[in-house]
């Protein structure tokens, strides 16, 4: 008789001290170094959760639901550009952009349109969107509503990360300080509402993907979420309030060995300062938990095949850092939008990772390395040394208004494209192992169709709904930004009586002003 041992059973126990001749910890228990459970994959794989979204919602319906089909596990949905800046796609600034890097929201019927078919409390979503977070989540919660669905069954992110937007990506709206007003409104609104949404998602990818180093992507991260933990609890909250629900986005970029060991470090330095600062009852509130997607910025247009090899690399080591949810980009990225088959092989990419490779039995499999112990501890000593200059000059709010971050990244991005040039650092196809073939590629092409389309969609929504009662919301919305009470609510009600996005946002844009970074980012 053979005897299988189950899967939770299988996995590969930590050494002990003796064996690995330092104290690194075990997983699932302080500092987390090692990770946040005690058997990672053996128990419960990452969360498989592809980016998606282009032209109109009906047609990124059609591509979730295409993804889910092949066995992804979580939805993570990519804004176009008016929507990400709060705009209407009848804006005279969305002309040629409505939903080109990602699907094109307006109103609650797009939302409807958007989760068509999809049971919005068996699937967890994620929203990446900043600026104008509140709205959306209010147009997500919206249309469960309308469905009969309880919230406190609604799980999901909004990253809802305004810092680095005025740090490396540049699509904020308001001034800093009325941005973090709003990210606080929503953290206090899902407490009580939707417990099991992830109400934040400090990001280090965007200003990895601008330059920064990998000590730097955890230093400029996680001085970030402190400053939302400490802004939360000025305003009233318990660290143990939101901490749980706070989640973390990182890159992956191609140094193996660094980024498997990036991850580790991030994950100990939250734990101590969190415990050191707000000494959390509830061990959740400094345990580290993430999403990685791997890199963009390291695909190329030259040879883009090779990009598939590029993102299983770092995939593996996103899984092999102790990563809750990844996303794999597609290989033809570099050049458009990804077809439905590039999508379908960067999933694959996850699944024989996680079913093919056996990482999924052990955990921590390279910890106590040499090689990623010392990486681990160099990575703890930089970052925290860039945290204690940002704490020394000020904190993060007063250095993005000097910024300093974003001096930071402009000189470590030139370095970077210094040592490409003098070919000191080796990219396959761009300074190495050249071609000079002609690239014959034929990717997703939106049907210039659909911006027309989705316009006067828009158009006809507002010819035909309840003006007054607009009216009346939106007076309502603008007297909650002047008030100083939650402003949620008050957006929840606006999008139901079928208010655009843009008009809250410009309502908002009255009440708060508008702001210009000080690096022009």
Known sequence: MVL??????????????????????????????????????????????????????????????????????????????????????????????????????????????????????????????????????????????????????LAGTVQNDILKEYISRGLYIFPPEQSIRLTTDLMFW???????????????????????????????????????????????????????????????????????????????????????????KNNRSSQLRFHTQTSGVTLTAQQPMNNAIRVAYQALAAVLGGTQSLHTNSFDEALGLPTEESAKIALRTQQIIAEETGIVDHVDPFGGSESVERTTDRLIQEAEKIIEDIESMGGPMVCVKAGYQQRIIHESAWNQLNRVESCEDLVVGVNSHQDHEDLDFEGLVINPDDEKRQISKLIE??????????????????????????????????????ATIGEINNIMREEFGTWVAPSGV
């Open 461 to 498: 929504l507002r010819e035909n709904r309840n003006q007054d009662l607009i009216g009346k919301k939106l007076s309502e919305l603008r007297d909650s930004c002047n008030d100083g009470s939650n402003i949620m609510e008050k957006i929840i009600s606006a999008v139901k009586a079928e």
């Open 190 to 280: 899902c407490k009580e509402n939707t417990p099991k949404w992830n109400t934040i998602s400090v990001s280090g990818y965007h200003m990895r993907e601008a330059g920064c180093s990998a000590s730097e992507e955890i230093a400029l991260t996680i001085s970030n979420a402190i400053f939302y933990a400490r802004n939360a609890v000025n305003r009233g909250m318990d660290i143990d309030d939101f901490a749980p629900r706070m989640s973390f986005f990182f890159a992956c970029h191609n140094d193996f060995v660094e980024e498997v060991s990036k991850f580790r470090a991030a994950r100990e330095i939250w734990y101590k300062m969190v415990e050191n600062e707000f000494s959390p």
């Open 4 to 153: 299988v041992m189950p899967p939770s059973a299988r996995f590969v126990r930590d050494a002990t001290k003796e064996e690995m001749g330092r104290e690194i910890g075990e997983a699932g228990k302080p500092p987390y170094r090692r990770g946040i459970h005690p058997g990672m994959y053996a128990d419960k794989t990452w969360t498989m959760r592809q980016y998606a979204g282009f032209s109109s919602a009906k047609k990124t319906n059609e591509r979730f639901r295409k993804l889910l089909e092949n066995g992804q596990t979580g939805i993570s949905v990519a804004f176009d550009l008016p929507t990400q800046l709060g705009l209407d796609s009848d804006d005279p600034l969305s002309s040629g952009e409505v939903g080109k890097v990602g699907v094109a929201i307006d109103t609650i019927s797009d939302m409807r349109d958007l989760f068509d078919d999809i049971d919005m409390t068996s699937i967890s979503t994620s929203m990446t969107i900043n600026a104008p977070a509140t709205t959306l989540l209010a147009l997500y919660v919206a249309v469960a509503d309308e469905r009969g669905l309880p919230r406190e069954n």
